[in-house]
T-cell receptor, first 112, second 115 residues
Framework: SAVISQKPSRDICQRGTSLTIQCQVD?????MFWYRQQPGQSLTLIATANQGSEATYESGFVIDKFPISRPNLTFSTLTVSNMSPEDSSIYLC?????????FGSGTRLTVV | AQSVTQPDIHITVSEGASLELRCNYS??????LFWYVQSPGQGLQLLLKYFSGDTLVQGIKGFEAEFKRSQSSFNLRKPSVHWSDAAEYFCAVGSMNSGYSTLTFGKGTMLLVSP
């Protein structure tokens, strides 16, 4: 299965600022997925990123708040914009392959 | 819409004892079912998956799960728990959406292992 390198692993940010999270995959993949895991909660899909097209966002998530880039088949970024304390979560990227889904190690974001 | 229920938020098991984590799903078609484990500060690791065929699925680290369509369940089991199994466990169902599959996760079960 694919190996995903996600960074940063953690960050503490001031409210009102933005953070960009990067995911690099060791093989070419069609779809990349971005999830949010709020404290004590399960994972919620934010959006699906297909190379060469606009990301598809789930209900409750908008492009202005979570812009996604997918410049090639091995890389994607998620930006958390104009952050507030409610954005404090773990953000994970994921790819499908090998009969399952592989996840990055996550970015633990704390907004103060 | 699909959903996953993990009724146990926390479970404590003695080391060496058997383990069963419950998972119930709601999905209109034949589901793709997964169990993932998340250790503190780590990402998610796939334990096992069910797509079709034999309803008893073997996974890594000695885990297995049984798909029971009549009960809409996919419970995870391990005959003898080790202290290193302490982690959070997530059940997920995969659904097809416009030609690709996305995952819906349960809220997770935190496993604590006592000596």
């Amino acid at each position: 299965s694919a190996v995903i390198s996600q960074k940063p692993s953690r960050d503490i940010c001031q409210r009102g600022t933005s953070l960009t999270i990067q995911c690099q995959v060791d093989s070419q993949v069609t779809m990349m997925f971005w999830y949010r895991q709020q404290p004590g909660q399960s994972l919620t899909l934010i959006a699906t990123a297909n190379q060469g097209s606009e990301a598809t966002y789930e209900s409750g998530f908008v492009i202005d708040k979570f812009p996604i880039s997918r410049p090639n088949l091995t890389f994607s970024t998620l930006t958390v914009s104009n952050m507030s304390p409610e954005d404090s979560s773990i953000y994970l990227c994921s790819v499908a392959g090998g009969g399952g889904y592989t996840f990055g190690s996550g970015t633990r974001l704390t907004v103060v | 819409a699909q959903s996953v229920t993990q009724p146990d938020i926390h479970i404590t098991v003695s080391e060496g004892a058997s383990l069963e984590l419950r998972c119930n799903y709601s999905y209109g078609a034949t589901p793709y079912l997964f169990w993932y484990v998340q250790s503190p500060g780590q990402g998610l690791q796939l334990l096992l998956k069910y797509f079709s065929g034999d309803t008893l699925v073997q996974g890594i680290k000695g885990f297995e799960a049984e798909f029971k369509r009549s009960q809409s369940s996919f419970n995870l089991r391990k005959p003898s728990v080790h202290w290193s199994d302490a982690a959070e466990y997530f059940c997920a169902v995969g659904s097809m959406n416009s030609g690709y599959s996305t995952l819906t996760f349960g809220k997770g079960t935190m496993l604590l292992v006592s000596p």
